[in-house]
T-cell receptor, first 116, second 111 residues
Framework: KAGVTQTPRYLIKTRGQQVTLSCSPISGHRSVSWYQQTPGQGLQFLFEYFSETQRNKGNFPGRFSGRQFSNSRSEMNVSTLELGDSALYLC???????????????FGPGTRLTVL | DAKTTQPPSMDCAEGRAANLPCNHSTISGNEYVYWYRQIHSQGPQYIIHGLKNNETNEMASLIITEDRKSSTLILPHATLRDTAVYYCIVRVGGAGNKLTFGGGTRVLVKP
């Protein structure tokens, strides 16, 4: 079974631009979560989607948004990029939403975004 | 979700057991203890989880104290590939999939 895939793997943008990252969950998984990882703040939860609806959101500004499609694939968008948005963006998929302690999450390799 | 406290780093000799402690003194009755690890430049990987009983799988063992205020992840025979950052997380089972990561423990397995 294929794992979680994220595209692109690496991205370089300049301040003020916007970016869209893509995540394809494991087949059959319906929940997708996004995380940002930086050296200073560590791994931080961005948001979670299930059945095309955002179910939970972390403490990030409105420039960060996402969506989920009917096939469970998800995208996240960051508008008006700032230097501090440089980070590894990780996507995780799981079978269900809050499906109990055995609903473990599987992470993708991440997209490394550099903002110049 | 309850906060966890882990040592920032530890070394381990290849072939020996690695014992990774985690303090979660404010854990509530319906919170599970999860362990994930992140090998350099990869996404985190689930290792094991437990509520109050000790758990074992092909990767590791999890020992939770009787009062549930602390736990230990045991890698029975550490290999160089076990070098990673290990995260202890507590969260309510069934309450969504959000994981709150702390600083973790950076484990270096030495030959």
């Amino acid at each position: 079974k294929a794992g979680v895939t994220q595209t692109p793997r690496y991205l370089i943008k300049t301040r003020g631009q916007q970016v869209t990252l893509s995540c394809s969950p494991i087949s059959g998984h319906r929940s997708v979560s996004w995380y940002q990882q930086t050296p200073g703040q560590g791994l931080q939860f961005l948001f979670e989607y299930f059945s095309e609806t955002q179910r939970n959101k972390g403490n990030f500004p409105g420039r960060f948004s996402g969506r989920q499609f009917s096939n469970s694939r998800s995208e996240m968008n960051v508008s008006t990029l700032e230097l501090g948005d440089s980070a590894l963006y990780l996507c995780a998929s799981s079978l269900a939403l809050g499906g109990g302690p055995y609903n473990e999450q599987f992470f993708g390799p991440g997209t490394r975004l550099t903002v110049l | 979700d309850a906060k966890t406290t882990q040592p920032p780093s530890m070394d381990c000799a290849e072939g020996r057991a690695a014992n990774l402690p985690c303090n979660h003194s404010t854990i509530s009755g319906n919170e599970y203890v999860y362990w994930y690890r992140q090998i350099h430049s990869q996404g985190p990987q689930y290792i094991i989880h437990g509520l109050k009983n000790n758990e074992t799988n092909e990767m590791a063992s999890l020992i939770i104290t009787e009062d549930r205020k602390s736990s230990t992840l045991i890698l029975p025979h550490a290999t160089l590939r076990d070098t990673a950052v290990y995260y202890c997380i507590v969260r309510v089972g069934g309450a969504g999939n959000k994981l709150t990561f702390g600083g973790g423990t950076r484990v270096l397995v030495k030959p």
